[in-house]
């Protein structure tokens, strides 16, 4: 039999590095390809253990660069492109929407031309409930593939434009794809700029953290690892052309989840610090995941497990923490909370 490709792009980022190390470790008959632009946000120390494995293999390259995707592509003829690399962070868009199009809209489509161009097996393209933008607080209400787009932030707007393109190179083109939506994850590598790391961080060293306008916003978590099981099972078993949403039916008000994360490290509420609302900041996000359920998914980890789980992992691995804060982060940080 002979070995599939497995492009995986963005895996030196947080979901994109923990599905690498899942399918290095669960798929030794296929050859995993990591491509990554190393941005702030890529890291690949946390790739130790897998960079001497004969399975795995790096390409530092940018999506967007034609020049050297296309010939790439020309090459290596991928089996499969799992796509994860993207600009992610919505307060970084805000802020800086200009990447967030070049990145998460022409790298999509670059990726999308050269998998047309080999004729992939299949193209998954790893998206957010975000595109659905915003529910309100009537917890009897969710997103579910049929929800229209209504992104709000450019972040989320990006990622509908991506999503789209997807669904435009199946229809004229027959590439065959799945589109994967799937709620806000937490685990192992998350970056410190999203809630629940940059709690984890902030409690660990006793400085405040910054909740944005009352706390009240709802998230619908889920841990890393049951999204890199939903991927795996939407890529072997997905319906040509589907959409599936990802979500564990964990829904959280932001002050709920940052009063967990004080209390399992036995720290006081004192830390925490009411600051300015996000702009446009959507109310409430919640994920019918039933016709992924039909597909044979099922979430690993409750929101208890799963933050426990997190919050050890953090205590473990505080060097890999140190490394990340340091230097250029606490610019960001700075810039970030004195606005
Ligand atoms: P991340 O920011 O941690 O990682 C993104 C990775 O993409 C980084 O390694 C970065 O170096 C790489 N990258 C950025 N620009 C690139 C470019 N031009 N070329 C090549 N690589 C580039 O992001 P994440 O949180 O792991 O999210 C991964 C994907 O999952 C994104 O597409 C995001 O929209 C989606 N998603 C995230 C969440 C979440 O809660 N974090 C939820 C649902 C969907
Ligand atoms: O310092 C903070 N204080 C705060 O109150 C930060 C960073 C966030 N928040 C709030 C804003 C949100 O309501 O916490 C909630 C979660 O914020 P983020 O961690 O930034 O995530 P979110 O904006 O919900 O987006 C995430 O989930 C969907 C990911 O970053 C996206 O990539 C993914 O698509």
Redo the contacts with the bound molecule.
Sequence with gaps: MTRKKVLV?????????NFVQYMVNKYKEYDIYN?????????LTKHRDIETKENYHFVK????NRDTIIPLFEKEKFDYVV???????VDRSITDPGVFV???VL?TQVLLEASKQVGVTKFIH?????VYGELDFDPTTFFTEETSLQPNSP?SAS?ASSDLLVRAYHETYDLPINIT??????GPY??PE?LIPLTISRVLNDQNVPVYGDGKNIRDWLHVID?CAAIDLVMHMGLNGEVYNVGGHNERTNLEVVKAIISTLGKSEDLIEFVKDRLGHDKRYAIDPTKLEQLGWKPTYTFETGIAHTIQWYLDNKKWLEQIISGEYQNYFEKQYSM
């Design positions: 792009t963005g895996g030196a980022g947080f979901i994109g590095g491509l990554d632009l190393l941005t702030y946000a890529g890291d390259a940018d999506i967007a796509h994860f690399a993207a600009e992610s962070h070049q990145t998460n790298g790893v998206s957010t409930d975000e972040y990622k939506r799937c709620s806000n994850n937490y998350h970056f999203k999204h």
